[in-house]
């Protein structure tokens, strides 16, 4: 009885040949890949825009946000009793601008000064181009249950008058996550 296994044959061993230099390649091409995904996610700002409770700092909402975006919130004013919308965008420099400001009257707690572009357009007074920061860059504000109140980013509208944001003091705000964030945000694809 002869113990000795068969020689492969020279057709079995280029199959393994063959099999070997291909996992090979493969593993060498997936992490060329990995590292150029990962170079690209790392110099890349990432930037999330927030609605969090101002006083427990509880995320409410967020969304990944580009610079030059814009994003606006429309709402009953309490005073004068008028729609009022407002328009926001993410500069390229990274700061909250005003842009717009949509109005139906002026009063109390109203624009009243001339700023930008003025129109008049379906009953509103529309100021354009103020390019004016938001002061502290974060929007402030304490939605109520009394009128409707909506943000609206994209193709995302969110009634703050209803909860969780209603009766909370909340914060609109644009922060810049680490490299290590968004590419974890970008696997996880929250």
């Given at each position: 009885?002869?113990?000795?296994?068969?020689?492969?044959?020279?057709?079995?061993?280029?199959?393994?040949?063959?099999?070997?230099?291909?996992?090979?390649?493969?593993?060498?091409?997936?992490?060329?890949?990995?590292?150029?995904?990962?170079?690209?996610?790392?110099?890349?700002?990432?930037?999330?825009?927030?609605?969090?409770?101002?006083?427990?700092?509880?995320?409410?909402?967020?969304?990944?946000?580009?610079?030059?975006?814009?994003?606006?919130?429309?709402?009953?004013?309490?005073?004068?009793?008028?729609?009022?919308?407002?328009?926001?965008?993410?500069?390229?420099?990274?700061?909250?601008?005003?842009?717009?400001?949509?109005?139906?009257?002026?009063?109390?707690?109203?624009?009243?000064?001339?700023?930008?572009?003025?129109?008049?357009?379906?009953?509103?007074?529309?100021?354009?181009?103020?390019?004016?920061?938001?002061?502290?860059?974060?929007?402030?504000?304490?939605?109520?249950?009394?009128?409707?109140?909506?943000?609206?980013?994209?193709?995302?509208?969110?009634?703050?008058?209803?909860?969780?944001?209603?009766?909370?003091?909340?914060?609109?705000?644009?922060?810049?996550?680490?490299?290590?964030?968004?590419?974890l945000r970008f696997f996880t694809l929250e």
């Amino acid at each position: 009885m002869n113990n000795r296994k068969a020689p492969i044959t020279n057709e079995k061993g280029a199959l393994l040949l063959s099999n070997a230099f291909f996992k090979k390649i493969m593993l060498i091409f997936i992490v060329i890949i990995m590292l150029l995904l990962s170079w690209f996610l790392w110099h890349r700002a990432h930037y999330l825009l927030v609605i969090s409770d101002m006083n427990t700092e509880e995320t409410l909402w967020s969304s990944e946000i580009d610079q030059g975006e814009s994003f606006f919130h429309e709402y009953i004013h309490s005073v004068e009793k008028s729609s009022v919308k407002e328009v926001f965008q993410f500069s390229s420099t990274g700061e909250l601008l005003t842009m717009e400001s949509w109005t139906k009257s002026f009063g109390a707690g109203m624009p009243y000064q001339r700023k930008g572009d003025v129109e008049i357009k379906d009953g509103y007074y529309i100021m354009k181009n103020l390019n004016r920061p938001v002061h502290g860059g974060v929007l402030r504000m304490k939605p109520s249950t009394l009128y409707p109140h909506t943000f609206s980013f994209r193709d995302q509208t969110i009634y703050l008058s209803k909860e969780p944001y209603v009766k909370r003091i909340i914060e609109i705000n644009v922060i810049e996550l680490s490299w290590w964030e968004g590419i974890l945000r970008f696997f996880t694809l929250e």
